[in-house]
């Protein structure tokens, strides 16, 4: 099965560094509000995203970021479950963090046969790359303009 590793800050969501909310978190529909009145938006369309490529691929996360703050933000959105064995982590090495997802789905029985990493900047794409050559990058917000584009965009390749 193909993994799909997703990015959250700019990706997912609106906020550029959801590391810097403070809890507790308000939840209201598809925004919430952090104790110092912050805003977070998930982008339109994710939840669905998320329900119809859970059928498709494995999902997970490879996010640099502190995960006691954005862990609460993926179960207030109700959208932790979606994900195996995520990466949120406080370092910019996500393709160490996509390396060892690979691994544990592996050694839990999965048979990766390919991976498409999503995020919303360029940063870390040659690292990965490197790392694990078969890697399809798609790059959110060019690539896919929109979480539809972004299915329609998988349904061909994927």
Known sequence: MKLLVLDLDGT???HEDA???TLPYEFHGDYLVDSTGQVLHIFPGVREFLKW???R?????ASWNVEERVRPILEGFD???YVRFPKIENHPNKADMIR???KE???AGYCVDGIIYVDDRTLHVDDVKRALPE???????VDAKSFEELRELLERVG
Do not use: N, P, Y
């Not at 691929?57 to 996360?61: D, E, N, P, T």
């Open 12 to 14: 997912l969501w609106d």
């Open 19 to 21: 590391s810097r909310l």
């Open 53 to 55: 490529a859970g059928g």
């Open 57 to 61: 691929f494995v999902l997970s996360i």
């Open 79 to 81: 959208l932790w479950h």
């Open 100 to 102: 060892r997802t690979v």
């Open 105 to 107: 789905l592996e050694s």
């Open 135 to 141: 890697t399809r990058f798609i790059h959110m917000w």
